[in-house]
Antibody, heavy 122, light 107 residues
Framework: QVQLQQSGPGLVKPSQTLSLTCAIS??????????WNWIRQSPSRGLEWLGK?????????DYAVSVKSRITIKADTSKNQFFLQLKSVTPEDTAVYYC????????????WGQGTLVTVSS | DIQMTQSPSSQSASVGDRVTITCRAS??????LNWYQQAPGKAPRLLIK???SLQSGVPSRFSGSGSGTDFTLTISSLQPEDFATYYC?????????FGQGTKLEIK
């Protein structure tokens, strides 16, 4: 049974870097049948896909254009987890952030983390 | 980006009602359409993938149909636990965009 456990700070100052980790149990971050996503949700933007990383002979990442210049999503195979870094945050980045497992057959998000409310404020 | 438009944005219904939610894509997405349910304060939960394939563990009162640009989610007989917000998502091309949501409320 796949489970995703998120961790990271709930408060980040403007201009700093938001960092969240998603620990995976019941699956491997290096699986060829999965991709590992970050999504955020806010009242103003709704559910917004941010990006993903996946392994297919080598590692790949794919990012939303809206955050592409500021975002990094990478896997840590030694700890079977993946993480999100979002640089130069502003109050508009305040949202609930979710990690999620994507099944590569239909790219559905079959498993989600519990969510982390991140507030950008000084 | 592919735009996903759901209707209605909200709906009042009673336990036992049959409810249909629609989702329209701004371009064809074949059957790459997924439906999620979100209870307040919880993460979304996958209900249906590939337009009509029921996820394991999801009650059979939920069903999905459609292909191309027009899709529907039907709940055949609403139960108290079904009052939540429902989202469609296209997974045809990145960014995998979501609809704005349909909130089901108790009448």
């Amino acid at each position: 049974q796949v489970q995703l456990q998120q961790s990271g700070p709930g408060l980040v100052k403007p201009s700093q870097t938001l960092s969240l980790t998603c620990a995976i149990s019941g699956d491997s971050v290096s699986s060829n049948s999965a991709a590992w996503n970050w999504i955020r949700q806010s009242p103003s933007r709704g559910l917004e896909w941010l990006g993903k990383t996946y392994y297919g002979s080598n590692w790949h990442s794919d990012y939303a254009v809206s955050v592409k210049s500021r975002i990094t999503i990478k896997a840590d195979t030694s700890k079977n987890q993946f993480f999100l870094q979002l640089k130069s945050v502003t109050p508009e980045d305040t949202a609930v952030y979710y990690c999620a497992r994507e099944d590569v057959d239909w790219s559905d998000l079959s498993h989600w983390g519990q969510g982390t409310l991140v507030t950008v404020s000084s | 980006d592919i735009q996903m438009t759901q209707s209605p944005s909200s709906q009042s219904a009673s336990v036992g009602d049959r409810v249909t939610i629609t989702c329209r894509a701004s371009q064809t997405i074949n059957r790459y359409l997924n439906w999620y349910q979100q209870a307040p304060g919880k993460a979304p939960r996958l209900l249906i993938k590939a337009a009509s394939s029921l996820q394991s563990g999801v009650p059979s009162r939920f069903s999905g149909s459609g292909s191309g640009t027009d899709f529907t989610l039907t709940i055949s007989s609403l139960q108290p636990e079904d009052f939540a917000t429902y989202y469609c998502q296209q997974s045809y091309s990145t960014p995998h965009t979501f609809g704005q949501g349909t909130k089901l409320e108790i009448k």
